[in-house]
């Protein structure tokens, strides 16, 4: 009987084999498809991240272009402000005109002195960069370099 | 079997790696949950910050007529700490750092420090410093020190900074200084406007501020809303005239040893004020003691707008015009003079207690004589038409310039209470009533327009985010005829030419009348000091400018025509060079070429 239910039992023994295969086959599967919609998803996310960094540091980098062009501005305009001038054209020797050493010619050529128009405001943004706290900046490894003494400020 | 094992082992591998990245990630959420830098977080929630931060606009820029830049932006920064993030090394190097690098007392910062993070109820403070009047101020630093500042707090090996943030804000910076003090304003710590220009425009210059969280996730890049950029402004205040002027007024109070003064130009055309000044100069980004000041009423910020004064003889001119449009006199009718003259029960004397004898009114106006004035308005004009020819000229009310600040001077009518008769007989050589020098400059540039009142005006032009606005010229009204602004235009320059020399311009015909007022208090009128001053326009066939020129307290003499009126030729020397304003005869020459042309 033992002989007889030998190959029956084999058998059977490879079926649940092959049913575990199977199963198990099937869920990788799925794992595996999870998998690549997982990575095409991740690698989706870190381009769109990537360009979000980039358009972020452009941000940042026109934000900082225009502080300091508005800081330039500000230099110039006391470099260049009135008393500034005077004291400077003085301290050169250089006077304002009297009336009567003023000769008025007739120029009926000359083109009329246009309005000055101002420039259109355009909103700057704070510098970001100098306002983040570390909190919102360090990763989970610099944390960990910072616990282990490797770097950090604690 | 080799081929299972495999299987199994790179399963355990995935299964691990899977494994590794979710302690991973619980580590990071317990860390930022419960880690050194929760209370970063915590604070901003608790603290009333909250994770939306208002982001301001930045304020408008101001520009004078020519595009220099009056008023722009610095940025600098605020020193905060949040308190439950600092450590105990940092609590010992922040006020160390911050000593070294900015000079401030350490023991201040320390002390701040630990007491703030003692006191469970701040999150953040801002640091301060004492100054030296013993308040205390908050502590600001510059892009450099900022930026030394960021250095560290990003260096592992530098000192220990933790908790320490910098705040951007704005300060105002005025590149003409004490120039254009008295007509811009200044704005506040707070990034409010007062007073002036800053004052009045302060909705537009300071634009829209917006509320909006702070993009650290990349994918909300570009969808942060900027806030509205205030509006620039361009004034028509031309800043060579203004220093012109300056310098002129400045001069003469020194020589003249006085207290204060002012000058104001406009063009009477389009009301446009070209110069506007005032001595003492204000320096707007050190305003602070003209607050007190202006609050304790002992000197304003816009005195061209908001102080007020009893004008003097200058009224006389709007007085003559009234009379002259109502036909009630003509420049030829006589008066006699006896030296005084009775009205409602008061004695009117003139300037110099003497009797003029038999005048005509241009001879009335020529010695500046009280009695011919009071008796004009008294027994030609009577209380109606002297009041109501006043009201038109827009005495005792504001003249809506766009200045903050504005106030309407005060002059008492028949019906109020306190008005008597000799109100009338006062008021007509310019005493018992109070008005601003933006007030009589309006009136006045009524007669050099040939009768056609404008409204002042200082912005020229609003250029915001959305376009640009150029505010046009507003006719107030028309007090008085052409051909009366003519006739009194003709009869104060004759009295210019015959009376005070000091005020003429060689090769321009001027119009003008001096003024030498007494001081009211509530005592009576000040027995030693006056207010001299003089207010003219030219040149009289094409009038493009009305000056007026104050001088308070001379110590030198009492007169406008010595003080004031030298001041007044010193302007106008430099105005025609300014505007370019040929003489008279050039002037004259080239209409005559261009007619020749024509025909």
């Known amino acids: ?154 | 079997m080799t081929t299972a094992r495999g299987f199994v082992g790179r399963s355990a591998m995935i299964l691990f790696m899977l494994g590794l990245s979710m302690v991973a990630l619980i580590v990071q959420l317990v860390r930022v949950q419960f880690g050194p830098f929760a209370p970063v977080f915590a604070s901003q929630t608790q603290g009333g910050l909250g994770p939306v931060e208002k982001r301001d606009a930045d304020r408008g820029l101001i520009f004078d007529r020519n595009g220099k830049l009056l008023a722009t932006n610095n940025y600098l920064f605020y020193l905060e700490v949040e308190t439950r993030q600092l450590t105990d090394a940092s609590i010992k190097d922040i006020p160390v750092v911050l000593a070294e690098l900015l000079d401030l007392e350490e023991l201040e910062l320390k002390q701040q420090l630990t007491m703030m993070r003692n006191d469970s109820n701040y999150y953040r403070i801002r640091l301060r410093q004492k100054t030296s009047e013993g308040g205390w101020i908050p502590i600001t630093i510059d892009k450099v020190a900022a930026g030394i500042l960021q250095q560290f707090l990003q260096d592992p090996a530098g000192p220990d900074l933790t908790g320490l943030a910098l705040v951007p804000d704005q300060e105002r910076v005025y590149p003409a200084r004490e120039i254009m003090g008295h007509v811009i304003g200044f704005v506040n710590q707070e990034g409010e406007g007062y007073f002036g220009v800053e004052g009045f425009y302060d909705d537009w210059l300071s634009g829209k501020p917006v509320n909006f969280q702070r993009a650290y996730i990349p994918f909300d890049a570009g969808a942060q809303a900027d806030p509205t950029a205030g509006a620039n402004l361009v004034l028509t205040i031309d800043v060579d005239i203004q220093m012109s002027a300056a310098t002129a007024l400045r001069d003469a109070i020194e020589k003249t040893k006085a207290e204060s003064g002012q000058v104001v130009v406009m063009d009477p055309k389009s009301g446009e004020i070209l110069a506007m000044v005032a001595v003492p100069e204000l320096d707007p980004e050190h305003y602070e003691e003209w607050i007190r000041l202006d609050s304790d009423e002992e000197r304003v910020v816009a005195p061209a707008v908001a102080g007020q004064f009893e004008p003097g003889s200058t009224f006389k001119t709007l007085v003559m015009a009234i009379a002259l449009n109502e036909g009630v006199v003509s420049p030829g009718d006589e008066f006699m003079d006896t030296g005084e003259i009775e009205i409602g029960g008061h004695i009117i004397r003139n300037w110099d207690v003497e009797a003029y004898g038999p005048q005509n009114m241009l001879g009335c106006l020529q010695y500046s004589l009280n009695t011919c004035l009071a008796y004009v308005a008294f027994d030609k004009l009577g209380a109606a038409r002297f009041y109501a020819g006043m009201e038109d000229f827009g005495i005792g009310s504001t003249t809506g310039i766009d200045m903050a600040g504005e106030v309407s001077g005060q002059m008492r009518v028949p019906g109020d209470p306190t008005w008597t008769e000799s109100d009338l007989g006062t008021n007509a050589f310019g005493q018992g009533l109070s008005l601003t020098t933006m007030q009589l400059l309006t009136a006045v540039g009524a007669i050099a327009n040939g009768g056609v009142m404008v409204q002042p005006h200082i912005v020229q032009q609003v250029v915001g985010p959305q376009g640009e606005y150029w505010p046009k010229s507003t006719v107030l009204g028309r007090p008085i005829s052409e051909e009366t602004a003519n006739v009194i235009s003709e009869m104060l320059h004759l009295a210019l030419e015959a009376e005070s020399s000091a005020s003429l311009v060689p090769g321009y015909r001027l119009a003008g009348k001096t003024g030498t007022a007494q001081i009211a208090t509530e005592y009576g009128y000040d027995p030693h000091w006056t207010i001299a001053s003089f207010i003219g326009w030219g040149p009289l066939d094409d009038p493009q400018f009305v000056v007026f020129v104050r001088v308070d307290k001379p110590q030198i003499s009492p007169w406008g025509s010595v003080v004031a009126a030298p001041v007044f030729k010193e302007v106008v020397e430099r105005l025609v060079i300014h505007l370019a304003i040929p003489p008279d005869d050039f002037r004259d020459q080239l209409v005559e070429t261009n007619l020749g042309d024509e025909d």
């Open chain 1, 1 to 154: 009987m033992q002989k007889k239910n030998e190959p029956e039992m084999q058998t059977q023994g490879h079926v649940l084999w092959r049913s575990v295969i199977q199963s198990t086959g099937s869920t990788l599967l799925w794992v595996l498809i999870l998998l690549v919609l997982g990575g095409l998803y991740l690698s989706v996310s870190a381009k769109a991240a990537s360009a979000g960094r980039r358009v972020m540091s452009l941000e940042d980098k026109i934000d900082a272009l225009k502080l300091t062009h508005s800081e330039i501005t500000t230099l110039h305009a006391q470099a260049t402000s009135h008393q500034r001038m005077s004291e400077l054209a003085s301290s050169m020797g250089f006077r304002p005109a009297e009336l009567n050493e003023i000769r008025f010619i007739y120029t009926p050529w000359t083109p009329e002195k246009s309005s000055f128009l101002a420039p259109v405001p355009r909103a700057v943004r704070e510098l970001r960069k100098a306002v983040l706290s570390p909190a919102y900046t360090e990763t989970l490894v610099d944390g960990l370099k910072r616990i282990l003494g490797v770097g950090g400020t604690e």
